[in-house]
């Protein structure tokens, strides 16, 4: 096998303005003088309540000190088929702390300043009287849009799929995430423990900051909080606050390992650290001490020892190191690519109380690069917490994408792996329907993450009275998915590796782990000789994971994280069981629900390391500046590509693919803030398009480029063959990593010469005080070519045409 062909070509950059269309809008259904009359008694009362509560508020601050800004909240309008318009709102002084959607219907929850009330009486009394130059009521869009306002519909706040709390004198556990947009940090907080205190609100340790949100966890009642609100008007977002869920498995090895001290290792020239984020590790054991970093064993508090009680963590450990033991221990020579960290974020004892794991993650992190610097290093981390958001930001997920795509303030970029989360034990048994409703875990639900499933690896079983429950290569038993998540959500997992399968009794209805049906691992009891432990479910498959990367990234140790993504997908492709329930892939749909149960599938470690003449993966890192500096869409790339035509054309009409993976890290603006631009979750988006067999380059950029066409009047816009990608140009563009498939012929594909990469928006070209609409943006892109054919020489003909072609000249005359 040989090497990937890492492409440096020249950027073709042209300026870029997306294309647009869809049908005009027709008559407008809503009556004006009914809609305006609703709407007028909608904020009269919205008025009359605020002012009612503000009696309440200046009694506890004292007259004078109340908040200088207001909470209200606009209803969608259900006669209107387009979402709320409330983009004119900004010009005057307002804007959305949270969208939410209660019962089906939207909701905006917006600040306004106090004089606000006045100008919404204004934009309202001008939407009755006045009218646009084209005849239509003046503010049509917005107050049209809406059906209602309130003043203190706190449950409008309320983001969980958990019903709202009844008893609203109940304490509770919360995550509040609070508007930091006008108000130094350290005054706000000072402010808000202040107020919580006086209203005997209990502020657990931990911040986490965003961009203009911190997040803080409380112990409070709704009523309190209803209290804190009217005084503080900074709530924007409350949730539940999830303990951890880590699960462990008791079960012995049947026998004593002779192997333990006959093992041979050869270590590869670079070892990649593999930091596991768990509970602490058993360093000392006779088959890990050797590749542990004792330099690189940190604690979340300084009384903790950095041993591990329960087993989870060395678990893993023996797994990312080794892989799978029952193959591993049958191995002469061991080839080991990883060092082993620890970064202990839970206890030893005690249940796991509600805590900001964003900030104890961000914190542990931190430790570990200050302990012992790397150029890279895989964070693996296989506890979870319930998601009860159906895949939306949380501030944990919004944490992990932070510490992935960097900062200003901190622009290292690192890989991480998460484990999906379980099913909870007593649903494994309605299998698989179980495992559709039940969403994948937080922080699996990071962006940037690659989020780990795991499939039925494992069905030899002994035990008398169980039969498997899932066939071999089936998904997971208590792997969960993201099948219930919205449909604009990242597509998670994006792989699932080993993880074992669960036995059934029938008569019982009984579900149980059983030893034979899971992989091997170490023990963290193995000064009682038991070196060995039994390990399953996505927690084995996080670990399999970190023992894949490892291998994968010391074979190539200067390609970024991003790319070592992009190549662990890439390499993915279904297990057949798991193909099997969605076949045939006819419809998109069923396409979308495979990848919500299994994201691209099982990861082939040989097609990540190397590339052959059947199979070629051109690799290609590269940056992009997203917007101009007064905010707007700026230039696409074009990549013109050493293509073997040639090669090719020697089998005609035989069915060939490709493949082109996009991968880059956004950085996070959590907070559930809709769909305008300005609040969007990441900082920037990219796409990728290929141009249609016998479609010229300037046909091609005519289709795609609104911008370049209007320049360009000579150029057709071609016709697009989305028809034969996999996903097509919808469903592929989800989340920040973008994988589909081209099939056809080798003769269409030998004229597939072009490729382009283009920005869509995203927060960054919002923020002009800043200047980060300026910020480039790095990606990786990876394409490649699988043929049947055996005598062919792909491969060779697109390494002697790079060394021919060292500069590719413009295709297109700008």
Request: charged share 20%.
């Amino acid at each position: 096998m040989k090497a990937h062909i890492k492409i440096d070509l020249p950027q073709q950059l042209i300026d870029y303005k997306p294309v647009t269309g869809g049908p005009k809008k027709g008559k407008s259904p809503v009556n004006r003088n009914a809609h305006f009359a609703k709407v007028r008694h909608s904020l009269e009362s919205a008025i009359n309540i605020y002012n009612e509560r503000k009696k309440t508020v200046e009694m506890l601050l004292g007259k004078g000190n109340e908040p200088q800004k207001v909470v209200i909240t606009f209803q969608e309008n259900p006669e209107i088929k387009e979402r709320m318009v409330l983009k004119s709102l900004d010009a005057n002084g307002m804007k959305i702390m949270s969208v939410n959607t209660i019962d089906g219907m939207t909701m905006a929850n917006v600040s306004v300043p106090v004089d606000g009330f006045s100008k919404l009486e204004k934009i309202l009394q001008e939407y009755a009287t006045e009218n646009t130059k084209k005849g239509n009521p003046k503010n049509q869009p917005f107050i049209e849009s809406i059906s209602n306002i309130e003043y203190g519909n706190f449950r409008a706040l309320w983001f969980s799929q958990d019903k709202f709390p009844d008893d609203i004198y109940k304490i509770h556990d919360l995550e509040l995430w609070l508007d930091s947009s006008d108000i130094e940090l350290e005054i706000l907080l000072n402010k808000f423990e202040q107020l919580c205190g006086q209203l005997g609100i209990t502020v657990k340790q931990g911040t986490l900051s965003f961009k203009d949100r911190v997040v803080k966890i409380v112990c409070a009642s709704m009523h309190q909080l209803m209290l804190l609100q009217q005084m503080t008007e900074i709530i924007s977002e409350v949730r539940p606050s999830k303990a951890v869920s880590v699960d462990f498995l008791d079960l012995k090895p049947a026998e004593a390992f002779q192997w333990v001290n006959g093992m041979t290792y050869r270590k590869l020239n670079t070892l990649i650290p593999i930091c596991i984020l768990d509970t602490g590790i058993n360093s000392q054991h006779p088959l890990l001490n050797t590749f542990v970093n004792q330099n690189a064993l940190v604690v979340a508090e300084p009384q903790w020892a950095n041993s591990d009680l329960k087993g989870h963590g060395t678990g893993i450990a023996g797994l990312a190191l080794f892989g799978d033991l029952k193959f591993a221990i049958q191995s002469k020579e061991l080839p080991i690519s990883g060092v082993i960290e620890s970064a202990k974020i839970l206890p030893d004892t005690g249940v796991n109380e509600p805590q900001l794991y964003g900030a104890i993650t961000t914190d542990a992190i931190y430790n570990i690069e200050a302990k012992q610097p790397s150029e890279r290093r895989i964070f693996t981390m296989a506890v979870s917490s319930p998601n009860t958001l159906r895949g939306m930001p949380t501030s944990w997920s919004a944490a992990i994408d932070r510490l992935a795509a960097g900062s200003p303030d901190d622009p290292e970029k690192r890989l991480f792996i998460l484990s999906a989360g379980n099913l909870p034990p007593n649903l494994i048994s309605d299998y698989p329907d179980a495992n559709i409703t039940y969403s994948i875990e937080d922080p699996a639900n990071s962006y940037n993450a690659l989020t780990v499933g795991y499939w039925a690896s494992e069905a030899n079983i002994v035990t008398s009275g169980y039969n498997v429950i899932a066939e071999l290569t089936d998904l997971g038993p208590s792997s969960t998915t993201s099948r219930i998540w919205k449909n604009n959500s990242p597509y998670k997992p994006d792989v699932v590796f080993e993880g074992g399968n669960f036995g059934y009794d029938p008569h019982l209805n009984f579900t149980a782990n059983l030893e034979e049906l899971s992989l091997l691992t170490l023990s963290h009891e193995f000064a009682n000789g038991e070196y060995f432990s039994s390990f399953s479910e996505t927690s084995a498959a996080t670990g399999m994971a970190a023992f894949f990367i490892s291998k994968l990234w010391s074979q190539y140790p200067n390609y970024w994280p991003e790319t070592i993504r992009a190549l662990v997908v890439h390499s993915a492709s279904w297990p057949s069981k798991i193909l099997e329930r969605h076949t045939p892939l006819r419809t998109k749909q069923n396409v979308e629900s495979l990848l919500r149960i299994s994201g691209y599938g099982f990861p082939n470690l040989a097609k990540a390391i190397s590339s052959g003449d059947q199979s070629v993966n051109l690799i290609v890192e590269d940056s992009i500046q997203p917007y101009t500096v007064d905010g707007k869409l700026n230039k696409m790339i074009l990549y013109s590509l050493p293509w073997p035509s040639s090669e090719l054309e020697k089998i005609g009409g035989e069915d060939v693919k490709l493949r082109v993976t996009l991968s880059y890290f956004v950085e996070p603006n959590p907070g559930e803030r809709g769909w305008d631009n300005k609040y969007k979750y990441g900082s920037f988006g990219l796409r990728f398009d290929f141009n249609s067999p016998g479609e010229e380059s300037g046909e091609f950029v005519s289709r795609i480029n609104k911008k370049f066409k209007e320049d360009n009047q000579e150029f057709d816009a071609g016709e697009s063959d989305s028809s034969q990608w996999l996903l097509g140009p919808t469903l592929r563009n989800r989340g920040s990593i973008h994988s589909d498939t081209w099939s056809g012929t080798a003769l269409e594909l030998a004229d597939k010469k072009f490729i382009a990469i283009y920005p869509v928006s995203g927060w960054w070209k919002e923020l002009k005080k800043e200047n980060r609409q300026s910020s480039i943006a790095r990606f990786s892109l990876i394409i490649s070519i699988e043929t049947k054919e055996n005598n062919l020489e792909v491969h060779n003909e697109i390494s002697q045409l790079l060394r021919i072609d060292t500069e590719i000249e413009n295709v297109i005359e700008i």
